[in-house]
């Protein structure tokens, strides 16, 4: 590739013209499509896009300190360890804020200045250098996650870059949908005709805050901090103390990238904080912060809508995921594909399903008749075999990513009736790994609010079996749980078309996304970029979609100057 120096408008648009246009013509179709392999073999063969080279170079970061060049920097700060069990050791610039948001300001202009296309063809340069070291961030994300390497390298590398795409997409669009001039000609009769100039700039709202989350710091991070960047705001990345490194590599390619496209690097920045330091709220609140966005409890969530109203806040929080079972006609693919969807990351996934809502007299399927304690060991059953080789398990659970969903883990068999009981698995490369298979939890709907834990969310490996009266009783607890405690996702299995319909009301109503009679390889918990939307913004689960026009439309505005002539 050619030094960054290299970098002019008219080799961005030779060189990712054609993938902006492509990124376009896909959201607006929904059809598949994605630039970036799903494959490790894909990214080369015995060179510097390869395997054992991503390997090296996330090996020579360990005990390393990551200098980024930021302004302000007024100490080191560092202390991630892996969820497998090893001290990664790299320290990152500490930033004194009033000398850094000062300088990160300072570059908005040009980079405004600059339009809508080439901010696009920034990012998406910035996208490219980032899917070059997939490899190097693909262990980045496994060991500050949790997530399995096959996970944390296709979710915390392609699948992220495509949000990222995505994110960019949209903001060209949306900035673009107003002409940059115009000549206004009013008629005035027998009178000179009224005549203006007028030109349209998309401008920036200010310094756009990325607060990171441990879970999935790339998938979550960069739609908005693409969404922001591409808008012309400057952007200051706030990784999770967990879950610095993926990020503050981010920052690193694009304050590269920017320097040798002629821009200030200062418009992407880091900031990493002491232990214990807490700085999202001071962050938040600050005059220059004039975007947020935020992946991560409700409580936090909440707080930023409610006190950084300086701020255009898009906030992901948590939900009540449910899934209800009605009737089937695949018995066997219904119970693999809940399986996988239970266990994919040991449940650390905000779309993972929690409630299964199941009739109490049990459903029909093509198997004949099962009752609800046969459907909750037949699934408990599949659980079990999809996890019973450690090999495998391994690959598919990850690591448990904090103490936290341990001990949710651990109290959820004092909550109903244990159907299938966790275990320990050993993994033979990390033997300090906390990995651990799901439970699944019988509980009854017809007992009181008060004692149903399957109204609140429990993050982590946890599903609640909840028996119903009916399919009917089980669509107005759906319709609760959304409207009370919120949703990204919602599965239903029914081959009743009244049935279906009503979920479909519900969720149309409650504003969830819904997947109907998943039994193949595509999980009610995965969703695609360019074509799914993530969240929809319009129940407590999140109050925004990743991503669409309104994810990116509020993140500038449109200013008009009228000259006569």
Known sequence: MPPAAALSANELITRHRPTLDRALEAIGTRAYWSPHPEHPKAYGENGSLDAAAGRS???????????????????????????????????????????????????????????????ALVSIEILKRISD?????????????????????QAGGPHAQDRGLEAVAYAYAEQTRTPGTAEWVKPQGKRDPLALTKTFTAAPRGIALVIGCNTFPTWNGFPGLFASLATGNAVLVKPHPRAVLPLALTVAVAREVLAGAGFDPNLVALAAERPGEGIAKDLATRPEVRIIDYTGSTAFGDWLETHARQAQVYTEKAGVNTVLIDSTGDYQGMLANLAFSLSLYSGQMCTTPQNLLIPRDGIATDQGPRTYDEVVADLAGAVSGLLGDDARANALLGALVN????????????????????????????????????????LDAAKPDDEAPYLEECFGPVSFAVAVDSAADAVELLRRTVRDKGAMTVGAYTTDAEVERAVEDVCLEESAQL??????????????????????????????????????????????VRREG
Not at 72 to 79: A, I, K, L, Q
Not at 85 to 98: N, Q, R
Not at 135 to 142: C, I, R, Y
Not at 423 to 439: C, L, S
């Open 515 to 560: 997947s109907l009679n998943l039994t193949g390889g595509v999980y009610v918990n995965q969703t695609a970029a360019f074509s799914d939307f993530h969240g929809s913004g319009g129940n407590p689960a999140a109050n925004a979609a990743l991503t669409d026009g309104a994810f990116v439309a509020s993140r500038f505005r449109v200013i008009e």
């Open 57 to 119: 170079a996330f090996d020579a970061l360990l005990g390393t300190r990551l200098d980024l060049g930021q302004p302000g920097t007024d100490d080191w700060v560092g202390g991630e360890t892996s969820p497998y069990g090893i001290e990664l050791g790299v320290s990152y610039p500490h930033a004194d804020l009033d000398v850094l948001l000062p300088a990160m300001k300072a570059g908005q202009r040009a980079w405004r200045d600059a339009g809508p296309e080439v901010r």
């Open 403 to 442: 103490p936290d969903v341990r001990a949710r883990l651990e109290g959820a068999a004092g909550l109903g009736e244990v159907a299938l009981a966790s275990r320990e698995v050993a993994h033979p490369d990390f033997p300090d790994a906390v990995v651990r298979t799901p439970v699944i939890v019988k």
């Open 133 to 153: 070291r997939t490899h190097e961030f693909a262990h980045a994300v496994m060991h500050t996650s949790g997530q399995a390497f096959m996970m944390a390298f």
